[in-house]
């Protein structure tokens, strides 16, 4: 006997068991989706937080069909259906409780990233063994779930001016902060729990990270440049920077999430501007859709979480659209997140690699030159159509002091290009991650 027939002794209430069947199947899919932006801040929103997530619900749902099924056999009563739904909900509030603290310790711990995801998702998402057993103490559940985490938006908002926001594709935190190297407050952008993505000083509108005065590169390398394609908007610092310093240049931005746009818009000081295109679309479709010879140079920023770029632009077929969008003199300037040696420079390897193969000439430049080749860091790939190498130096100072960081020699390891078919990105990154936290 089973709760369908239990519902068959109820006039007209036939189809309750389905609607409940429907409605819970639906909420597991958005507790799924919801998991991931509660893990992103802490450990990212990589395919291994992804396929852990997954994997643990649909072992808990494949136990909960099973311990059901033998359940309602013995005691087909409504009630119990109904207080095992009341009890799944207290569940969810317990992870609205306890998740700052349970993904604080994993994010803290020394594990890899596979068993980081894994055990953020065994433990607030997969069934407690053990269940309260009264139904006033979950509604404490409840009421603490709810009111605690209200609590702790309106304490960071009061205290560090903090925006958390759920856009299409991330989970974005808004916040000020003070930026260690002039000591002046910025607001910044982060969307994972190690690296601010993008900031702005608050009084002023030079760029605040040293990554990004290396695009200005691009003077150097092109300098009758008019026509920028840049691949990844976030805040638009250097969208900003580049209309104010090329008053003669124009630049198309192409950015997948429009809400990102809209948050620079509000709290970055974007404005609108004739010489700036803004596309909202996915920057590899945009590439194999557009004209070839189009730009004189295409600035790479785009990452999706930790120190991972999006995989599809990373892949030699994406390099030979960035490569067919050129001009015959045009240059990729394309910042990335790896060491120069040891395993946390795979990722580096192979896109380098993955250039040559392309490229007539590229250069490799380190952002911060006191760290050592082991070290995580912001590291630049500029790659020139043209066969002729350029000098590396100029009478600009700020240029000058931008070419000394020149890296000339990169120790090769015995690792493939990356190809649509092979681009394990988010795997070498996984290493950069444990190599940034065993360090830190």
Request: charged share 20%; net charge negative; hydrophobic share 45%.
């Amino acid at each position: 006997m089973s709760y369908r027939n239990v519902l068959q002794k109820l006039p007209g209430k036939n189809f309750i068991l389905e609607i409940t069947v429907f409605v819970c199947g639906a909420l597991v899919m958005i507790y799924e989706i919801i998991g991931s932006r509660l893990l992103s801040p802490y450990i990212g929103a990589s395919t291994y937080v992804w396929t852990s997530l997954i994997g643990v619900i649909l072992g808990a749902l494949s136990l909960g069909y099973w311990l059901g099924g033998k359940w309602a056999d013995r005691q087909p009563d409504i009630k119990i259906l109904a207080f095992v739904i009341f009890l799944a909900g207290g569940l969810v509030s317990l992870t609205i409780l306890l998740k700052d603290l349970v993904l604080s310790l994993i994010a803290e711990s020394s594990a890899g990233l596979e068993i980081k995801s894994l055990l953020a998702a065994l433990l607030l998402f997969a069934p407690a063994s053990v269940l309260l057993g009264f139904v006033t103490l979950i509604l404490i559940v409840f009421a603490l779930g709810i009111g605690l985490s209200e609590l702790r938006i309106y304490y960071l908002h009061k205290t560090s001016d903090l925006y958390d926001i759920d856009t299409e594709y991330s989970r974005v935190q808004v916040f000020q902060t003070v930026d260690p190297k002039s000591g002046k407050k910025i607001r910044a952008i982060a969307t994972d729990p190690y690296f601010i993505q993008t900031g702005m000083f608050l009084d002023s509108d030079e760029l605040v990270f040293d990554y990004a005065n290396y695009y200005h590169l691009l003077q150097h390398f092109k300098p009758d440049f008019t026509e920028t394609l840049m691949i990844g908007g976030a805040g638009y610092s250097f969208p900003k920077d580049y209309l104010q310093k090329y008053p003669n240049a124009k630049m198309d931005v192409v950015e997948i999430d429009r809400q990102m746009t809209e948050i620079a818009r509000r709290f970055f000081r974007l404005e609108t501007n004739p010489r700036l295109n803004i596309i909202h679309q996915d920057g590899r479709i945009f590439l194999n859709q557009t004209d070839a010879g189009k730009y004189d140079a295409v600035l790479m920023d785009a990452f999706g979480s930790l120190f991972s770029v999006p995989f599809p632009l990373t892949t030699i077929e994406a390099v030979e659209q960035i490569n067919r969008v050129l001009k015959d003199d045009g240059v990729v300037i394309f910042n990335l997140g790896a060491a120069i040696e040891g395993d946390a420079s795979r990722f580096l390897q192979a896109e380098f690699k993955t250039y040559q193969q392309v490229f007539s000439r590229v250069y490799l430049f380190k952002v911060n030159s006191e760290y050592s080749n082991e070290q995580l860091q912001n590291l630049i790939i500029v790659a020139c159509k043209k066969e002729n190498s350029v000098p590396l130096k100029s009478q600009d100072p700020e240029i000058s002091y931008l070419l000394q960081n020149f890296y000339e020699k990169i120790p090769e390891m015995q690792i493939d290009i990356l190809t649509d078919d092979l681009a394990p990105v988010e795997y070498y990154n996984s290493s950069g991650q444990s190599s940034y936290k065993a360090k830190n």
